[in-house]
């Protein structure tokens, strides 16, 4: 099928673009410049600002199938008013136009951002696709988020992709994570109690993929590995494929310091299970933590 990509210059568009081109699709990316060398190499690319209304979604209107991932980064930096207008904005404003035009008769399906920050922080309660949304910021904007892309529904399939903390070698949150330890610095923070649900980017592509070529998926799709961890067992188990000590908890309270509000997002309980990708047969290819980052961190 023909593909329209949004946010093909990101983390995760990088990656999917030359999946979906080994799976036998064809990907046209938006970019609002693609910067010389970042241009997602197997992809036409139609420059335009998914915010707003453009020849782009003429584009769009051509295509079998859009997968629409751009937004304002979320953890780039300390939450000011402006970025957290930017964080919001920048996804409801393109789910609007993006859904616009698959309500009018475009793509087939429709797989939308969205995140696990939907929840809010949730202590030990199991998370699925059935349960309710949290309150906070980024649980109110998830929300918003997903709402923004349910017009299109009346024409296509559309899955709300819910995506964990994508662990990658280049890019996302792995590399922050590791920093500390790299110094025989590291540690969890807090008391560590706090569930992280992560995904490695080869799952997080595969379920893109998979959601894409399955008719049968609709809805929320939870996109976090089976096995969530706890913020100390990923600390350890960092600790023990770098080698490295990972004794050193960081105060909660340093956290907050550095981050501000950001920090409540960083330390988010979210102990998301992945439901409907297991029982649709979604075989994942990491589903476990350490050969996860054994993986991403061979050398
Ligand atoms: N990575 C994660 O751990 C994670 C976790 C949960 C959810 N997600 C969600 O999954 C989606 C993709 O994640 P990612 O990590 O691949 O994102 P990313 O690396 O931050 O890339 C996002 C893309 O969106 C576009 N973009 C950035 N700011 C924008 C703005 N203000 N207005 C319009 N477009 C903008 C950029 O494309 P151009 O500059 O080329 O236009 C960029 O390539 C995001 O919506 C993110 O919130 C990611």
């Given amino acids: 099928m023909h ?3 949004t946010g093909a210059t990101g983390l995760i568009g990088r990656a999917l673009v030359p999946a979906l081109r080994a799976a036998g699709h064809e990907v046209t990316a938006l970019s609002r410049g693609a910067a010389p060398g ?13 915010t ?14 859009c997968v629409h991932l751009a937004g304002e980064p979320v953890a780039a930096g300390r939450w000011t008013e402006e970025r957290k207008r930017a964080i919001r904005e920048s996804r409801l404003a393109s789910t609007r136009l993006v859904a616009e035009v698959v309500a009018r008769g475009g793509p087939a399906v429709l797989v939308s951002g969205s995140a696990v920050g939907y929840y809010g922080s949730r202590g030990d309660e199991e998370l699925d696709e059935g349960s309710p949304p949290g309150r906070d910021f980024l649980a109110e904007v998830c929300v918003a988020w997903e709402a923004a892309a349910a017009p299109a529904a009346v024409r296509a399939r559309v899955v709300l992709l819910r995506t964990g903390i994508v662990l990658a070698r280049d890019g996302g949150a792995l590399p922050q994570l590791l920093r500390p330890f790299r110094y025989f610095a590291g540690g969890h923070i807090g008391d560590g109690a706090f569930w992280q649900p992560w ?19 609709a809805g929320p799709l939870a996109a976090a590995a089976p096995a969530p961890a706890r913020n100390r067992d990923l600390a350890h188990a960092i600790g023990e494929v770098l080698h490295r000590p990972s004794v050193l908890p960081v105060p909660r309270s340093m956290i907050e310091l550095v981050l ?24 994942f290819r990491y589903p476990e933590l350490l050969p996860a980052l054994r993986d991403l961190l061979a050398r």
């Fill in 3 to 5: 593909v329209f990509l």
């Fill in 38 to 50: 970042r241009s997602p190499s197997g992809a036409a690319v139609v420059q335009g600002d998914p």
């Fill in 199 to 217: 995904i490695h980017l080869a799952d997080e592509v595969g379920l893109i993929t998979w959601a894409l070529e399955h008719g049968t998926v």
């Fill in 52 to 65: 707003r209304p453009g020849a782009w979604q003429d584009a769009l209107a051509r295509c079998d199938a």
């Fill in 260 to 283: 501000g509000e950001l920090a409540g997002a960083v330390t988010a309980s979210q102990r998301v299970l992945p439901r409907k990708a297991l029982a649709g047969g979604y075989r």
